[in-house]
């Protein structure tokens, strides 16, 4: 299939938003797990947790480059659940369902459509992210991430 969308370098950042954000932006809790990949695009997709319902957590476009304290601290969290597994006997197997991050995001719902191996549609949902805020090992908290720029012919009226 050609790839039709335009290089990432040429979106101006009304246009990306435009794109990414076609529901309304609101509050969100969510839990993150230390599971992660980037897409063809190098959006970070982290697997995440919505009222005890596995989600799509999707950091994309020009906010992709601002998720490296975010995925350090995700790898970390792997890293010290193993090294306190293996402390404690236990080798370095770890649940990584069971390490989750709490963190508060600003971002807009997206249905995303697959099909199963009998060939049917089904619908799942992820999460595009615009802003989200951490605190950091002292109690810091930061804020990353931009609002999403909206055009005026976009506004509800």
Known sequence: MPQRRK??????????????????????????????????????????????????????????????????????????????????GLGKSVDVESLRLPLRIEGAFRPKFSRDVSGWETRAYQIMVSRWTMIDAVGNITVFGTQPVISAAKTPR
């Open 7 to 88: 290089p990432s370098m040429h979106h101006i950042p009304a246009y990306e938003d435009a794109g990414l954000f076609k529901n309304t932006v609101s509050p969100i809790d969510v839990e993150l797990v230390p599971q992660m990949q980037r897409n063809a695009r190098q959006d970070l997709v982290v697997r995440g947790f919505l009222q005890d319902r596995s989600i799509d957590v999707v950091f994309a476009g020009r906010r992709a480059k601002q998720v490296a304290p975010l995925e350090t601290h995700l790898s970390a969290m792997v890293a010290h659940a193993r090294r306190w597994a293996q402390g404690q």
